[in-house]
């Protein structure tokens, strides 16, 4: 069974455009994290959620726009995409209170 | 803020030798975890191995060790017997303890095992 899912695994689309990524843990974990890994696979945290709630916005444009409908679910939605944005996005989640991360295998978009 | 510095960009080693990835930070912090992680062509994330901060002892997971030298602020990473599957980026990552699971990582390094 996989611990920390995304779908889709890839994405291309046209600058402009907006999309979803989605991200499910069924590790029974209350935190979730979105990462952005870009293509000098520079990895950096983009935002943090804890029991739904946000509790880590690095410095990201708001066309970026996380979700969590429920603390198994961490979706990221991204508006108006530019060229900028084409990277990997890993997902991640972890207990509170403990420091290990399990990362989801990752989505990697690209705009053209 | 945390700064974790990699500065190994490529490694090489010969398989069944051993190598040493260097990390060396920068945080004002007591008390934090230091990690790494591999990245194969794959992808994929794959925790290596963890340390905490206020223990002494190195950390051992097979044939990953690490030598941790907090005073240096030092977290380098030895691989033994090193194998093909080996080959990956390698990732050193700091976090600090409390700080709802914040993650600071390093650029990376790619290692290449050679047959």
């Known amino acids: 069974d996989t611990a920390v899912s995304q779908t889709p695994k890839y994405l291309v689309t046209q600058m402009g455009n907006d999309k979803s990524i989605k991200c499910e843990q069924n590790?029974?974990?209350?935190?979730m994290y979105w990462y952005k890994q870009d293509s000098k696979k520079f990895l950096k945290i983009m935002f943090s959620?804890?029991?739904?709630?946000?509790?880590i916005n690095e410095t990201v444009p708001n066309r970026f726009s996380p979700k969590s409908p429920d603390k198994a679910h961490l979706n990221l939605h991204i508006n108006s995409l530019e060229l900028g944005d084409s990277a990997v996005y890993f997902c991640?989640?972890?207990?509170?209170?403990?420091?290990?991360?399990?990362f989801g295998p990752g989505t990697r978009l690209t705009v053209l | 803020a945390q700064t974790v510095t990699q500065s190994q960009p490529e490694m090489s080693v010969q398989e069944a030798e051993t190598v040493t990835l260097s990390c060396t930070y920068d945080?004002?912090?007591?008390?934090?975890?230091l990690f790494w992680y591999k990245q194969p062509p794959s992808r994929q994330m794959i925790l290596v191995i963890r340390?905490?901060?206020?223990?002494?002892q190195n950390a051992t997971e097979n044939r990953f060790s690490v030598n941790f030298q907090k005073a240096a602020k030092s977290f380098s990473l030895k691989i033994s017997d090193s194998q093909l599957g080996d080959t990956a980026m390698y990732f050193c990552?700091?976090?600090?303890?409390?700080?709802?699971?914040?993650?600071?990582f390093g650029d990376g390094t790619t290692l290449t095992v050679k047959p």
């Open positions: 991640a989640s972890s207990q509170e209170g403990t420091d290990t991360q399990y």
């Open positions: 590790l029974g974990h209350d935190t």
């Open positions: 959620y804890n029991n739904k709630e946000l509790i």
């Open positions: 945080t004002s912090e007591s008390n934090y975890y």
């Open positions: 340390q905490e901060a206020y223990k002494q």
């Open positions: 990552a700091f976090m600090k303890r409390g700080g709802a699971g914040k993650s600071t």
